[in-house]
């Protein structure tokens, strides 16, 4: 069976700290290390690459490191959530902490371009707010638009794409949800903006996956997306498909009947489980919604969907999703 | 002191029903008995009246009946969430429940026309899905907006607001948000369409609502907004200001700094409480927000959210609410 | 294959209203027409009634309809929730309602020596509150236990279950969560009162339905159980397994290792659905359910659980999960 | 007016990070340090002390340091969460880790000793799982208490509290509610394990935390507490006061009711605020809240409360509580 690409944040070769466990989850690991532990996952092809590397580390290192462990970028996340930028990146009161934000997002451009990646993740983590009444909401929507138009006009060669999220590590973001996105990205009036769209967010958002992937697609704008799981109350970033088999199961579905192909990408923090054997039980979870997407009676759903016949399209979905781990030896 | 007007939906004076209390919390009232109920609270000029009003009453009688009761139309809210519209009312699978959809809510426009309202209130409440793959999410989302551009294109001496919520009945609905619901405008590309800000259902969609008022404030389509409160998970119609004061605070505080002046209006479910005694309490707590935001030291705040200085903005924010009912028997 | 007894309560062939289709989802069902639809489903066999009737019906005459359509009752679930006890049955500020409270519970207790049944099934929902400073939370509780067990005490030949959850009607409800039941049944000193888990009130209360239903089985106070699905945030009575496949599975799983054999029961409210064919496809993924509970590999599973190995575990699970329909036709 | 007493835990005057922010919202500080900071605080007198103490610094010299900033030590933290106990500390799949947490904890209680405090505290942050299916739930609760009754049995002279909470960091914690914290130390059937209440761990594990303080009182374990705010949905530790005042306000009349004299504690952490100024303000606050409980009509409420009249309780709530910062000059 021809599966699509699977990729991973590079992160997800990482070792984590939080707030309690401030020793860290695990020694922590260089991104030369994280790389070639990447090339270790069986069916990963492709990664995203958090910037700045490890400190000393060059752009030269991590290409050759990237092609010793058959990996290619796909992106990179310039890290604007750092201690510096912890009252907001794009959105900071300081204007010098707004400039050194957009130097940040140049190196990654650079990167990108060094790389030969499809584009710069911009995920503003710490634009937001934490409390009623901390901020004027005009004038910090107004920054997180301001400052990424700037980047695409002087970069129209890059490609941005920005992941939203309802929050965390900020108590709100600005950038929340599928239809704020959109309406953000429009109102900056550039075309070299798009979304990627994780899976996790948009469920503890409060959205349908699906719905706001339609949505992203109707407007042009899924460049790009990843999955993961949570219990709907917060980023857990748990192995896809450990709790929503069947949104997982209806985001890749919608996916296909739309005709977008991408690398269907993993966002996963594996605290205290091995991240090789995380990525690779996963990517084992997405072949069987590959193969459900294949057995799957299309006709079938789309007619239960036009009269809105949730039974008929539940017994549908049941019959191929719980079926397809079977012959799953034979791919 | 010059309180702004107050209104409420015609509603609050029903009585209610519930799954379980399938008897009823009260004996039922009659359009006439409620807006009758309505001027009997001090301080209401104004409220949105809910049709088919009940059988065999006319739209004279209740234009007299608000006269008698001295009280103004604001808006007339069509009851497309009736049985008939379980499945959807603009989406609706069946094309001839569209029709009945548009017919009841053109009945409704002539209803505005007649009283001299302000707007056609369109909330949608069953139009969305109940399950995964249910439905098709370009298809809905399309029919959503077809038919109410349809409406907005034909009257256009009319205006509508669409009142946006996360959900109930439906388990998901369409216009959710406020950032969607400013897209979807967009997208009908009508300029007689604008929203309706309901502060409990952009609490419990995990929106600020003094950021979503902002928000649709910029895009010119803040045309109408109610109070109440909830405990953030649920739509729970509770009387303002008995849990989030300090975000219903805020809220009038974004509507206050960007000039914008209607009706302070109430949307609450008094289920086991008199309806006219909550709304006098009710009108009592935002009687007492007013003052507070008289007394509230503005340049001090704009300074504070200018730095994102929480703990400044808090200070001054408790000063001026938590003294908001001193001297409050002298107004 | 053998499978369990399937059950559901008598309501899942009911029509509903809510707050917004006040004039229903559909046109109302007498006692006697539930019990006959009821029997028209493939697999069931055990049904929970409601009390009282439908007016004018007698007990014999539910026997009758009963025995007609090869049903057994296994619980009576007294209305404790209408109109008159909008402020709390048990917790009714008035002690008169208190006391009619009380009679309806023995009346509801006459019927279940009249069909045999296995309990009264005490569902509070409108013991609680809905305001913060509403109530005297010492006072509350103590009314919530006293009424509970002046019945346990004066009816020793019946057995009472408590069906917990977090809220709704009221805004909270006091008998919550499986610790605080388990708790409130200590604190009344009686052997005939047990607790009812309902797999969604669990789920949307926060916790794990496996654990609830461990620490039940630990303290021997799990009764009985009902089935069903949302999505963590409110109690939608969808059909099982559409959205949380794995929990239900892990449910069950906890079930049968501690040897737990009772009715497999429903409990859902298909408002927009056909109720016979919601129950069949919902029994139809619950039998999958049982057969994926042959193929786990237990011995696996236990190991990997021992070491909190969590990828090894859900592989597991997914393998029997995901093979579930595989030679359903044979069954 | 003669305030309580107001106690913070010292992680009050730490800096953090986080997941993202992994080079920390600000520089480290020393315990020592984080002493001399809250000695700084207007109106504290109390801590609650972590231990391991920074390398190299002695009971002695945090004794030392205790007094000369004017503090008294009520509780001491073992951090029983750090990276070896990242699968759970009592609850750990590995005896050895388990009988280090036993080690962590009896160093903890001498160091109570040393200080003369009130209390070991206890909070099991690791102690739970992530995935359906990882544990066995019989065996990790039992586990969860043998490890604190093995304490408590060999420590008769030493008094523990648990702080429950829902969950973080481990995706779902064992000791949860007030009510699962009541069972468990029932079933331990020690007499010197108590409960310390956290505020926004019992608001966003669904509680009214009013309530659950009132249950814990009645069953004598009220034995601590602490107080900030977040949004219901996870433990944001804001400022008290911020978000939820009338919660507050309940919470504290409560206890006030019930004759609860014990320390006013603040658990914050203030991310990105001056710790300094974060417990000043969040003071400044409490002290309204005293004000506003010594002009509440408390007969009147509790009229209102009998009869569950949820309007008169609000207006004579918010008469105090929108009062309170009157005359605040003159304290």
Known sequence: MQYPEFGAGLWHFATYLDRYAVDGYGESRTTLEQIALAGTVKDLSVVDVPYPFTPGTTVD????????????????????????????????PDPKVRAEALDLMNEAGDVVRALGANYVKTWPGQDGWDYPFQVNHHDVWALAKDGLKELAVNNPDLNYVVEYKPREPRVKMLW???????????????DNVGVLLDFGHSLYGGESPADAAQLLIDHG???????????????????????????????FYTLKINGWEGVWQLDQFPF?????????????????????????????LKEAQAAQDAITAQVLVQDALLSSMRGKDDE
Do not use: C
């Not at 857990?236 to 709790?243: A, E, I, P, S």
């Open 221 to 251: 704008l899924l460049w790009g997306m990843d999955v993961n799981d949570n219990l709907r109350g917060w980023d857990d970033d748990l192995m896809v498909g450990t709790v929503h088999m069947t949104e997982v199961f209806e985001f």
């Open 272 to 300: 205290r489980e091995d991240t090789v054997q995380t990525a690779e039980a996963s990517i084992r979870f997405l072949k069987a919604i590959y193969r459900a997407l294949e057995t799957l009676d299309m006709e079938g």
């Open 176 to 190: 929340d949800s599928a239809a704020r996105s959109i309406l953000g990205i429009k109102e900056m009036g550039v």
């Open 61 to 92: 290192e991590v290409k050759d490191a990237l092609k010793a462990a058959n990996l290619r970028a796909i992106g990179v996340t310039p890290e604007i959530y750092l201690r510096r930028f912890s009252k907001g990146a794009f959105t900071n």
